[in-house]
């Protein structure tokens, strides 16, 4: 790209000499002003890689220009000029953030010389200001954050999928990002102004989940005392993120693969269809896969589903990020509970470092919560997050039982550790045969699977 000077003298002479000389010899853009008024408007306008202005003008001086200039940019490169130099303008000017000085009358060539400097202050300055852009879209993007090779191909991935309106399925383990992955490809969409409909499908009872969907009509059943408009109509013109696909029923999945392929519902009880517009984003925990091999998914509605696929990488894939998140999650929690400013102990982050992370960054999430709440110096220490300082190389107790997280954190938490100790003794007591530790909790098969799956507890690891 060509470079841009901007030259500022009340002398017209000089301005005419200048333009012609520095455009040929530094092959530069040559914009003049002949005062600090007229300077000013040029330079709010455009951007120059190297002002040049004389010192003594009438009305804005070259001093002032230098200051406001300065103010506006603090990058600027700006060289000063004066028939009336004295060190102590020199000086004052360099003071004020000039980065050079030059008297007249000059010699063309050293004026020259000094300038290509100047010039290449800018370009240096420029490509440095560059990389520190590039260098943050590598550790954060849209919310989320992550330094390692594998975050930075789903950065790259996600700006990819934003650009198409094609259904995208979202796999990894659970906590590892896929709600802030659906909610970054949306913002990043040309349907962000559109409205964003979030379905946690296994929370929604089985019976209900098809009339949010689609909506009923007036009349459809006992209740549907009047019309209601359903999710996808709702999300019209945005995306629609249905989360933890893998959970929901035959019989639902049919209906959804209708909407995948024809692009239009069929409220409850009503004889026609509507055409919706939606971008669909589907997430799960679970190996789809496995569940058609089982027989519990439709193989015809996973490769609707699964046109665009990003799968998030574990936690203790890249463990690389762990300091950075821990950071950024610490930050984020001191200010939602208005604590001050903490920091993590070395000893405390070698075993971050060296943790599984099976809930991944919810998990880490967690851990820091109890940290904040527990701790009483202005670092987090293995005791506030509960673990045994005596024990430093076991890994921290995956246990949380404290009320004190968010609701929905300690929930979770909870159902983990009851799942994982109250299946881990089926489990035991069975050989890790699953059909066996069904019978004995009194539930079916594939309930318990379900659950297995969902809290990913193994039984080969019982198998003795
Ligand atoms: N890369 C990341 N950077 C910052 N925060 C993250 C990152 N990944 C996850 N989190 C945080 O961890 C928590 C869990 O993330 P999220 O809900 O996106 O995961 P998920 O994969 O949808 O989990 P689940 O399977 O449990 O629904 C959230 O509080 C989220 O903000
Ligand atoms: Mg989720």
Known sequence: MERTILVVDDETDMLTLLKRSLGHDLKAHVITASSGEEALKIYSEKHFDLVLADIKMPGISGMELLELIKKNNSYQTVVMMTAFGSIDTAVEAMKRGAYDFITKPFDHDALVLR???????????????????????????????????????????????????????????????????????????????????????????????????????????????????????????????????????????????RVLQEKEIKPLGDTRSVQVDVRIISSTNQNLKKKIKLGEFRDDFYYRLNVLPIELPPLRHRKEDIPLLADHLLKKHCHDLKKPSVKISQELMEIFMQKTWKGNVRELENVIIRGLLFCTSDKITLKDVGANTSAKSKPLPNHISRTELPYKNAKEEILRQFNEEYIGYLLTQSNGNITHAAKMCGLERQALQQIMRRFEIKAAPFRS
């Open 115 to 257: 300038l290509e400097k100047a010039l290449e202050r800018s370009s240096l300055l420029a490509e440095n200001h560059r990389l520190q852009k590039a260098c943050k879209g590598i550790n954060a993007f849209h919310h989320i954050i992550g330094k390692s090779a594998s975050m930075q191909r789903l950065y790259e991935t996600i700006q990819m999928v934003a650009k198409t309106d094609m259904t995208v399925l979202i796999t990894g383990e659970s906590g590892t990002g896929k709600d802030l992955t659906a909610r970054a490809i949306h913002a990043l969409s040309d349907r962000r102004q559109g409205p964003w409909v979030a379905v946690n499908c296994p929370t929604v009872p089985e019976n209900i989940l098809e009339s949010e969907l689609f909506g009923y009509k007036k009349g459809a059943f006992t209740h549907a005392t009047t019309n209601k408009t359903g999710l996808f109509q709702e999300a019209s013109g945005g995306s629609i993120f249905l989360d933890e696909i893998g959970d929901i029923s035959p019989s639902i999945q049919t209906k959804l693969l």
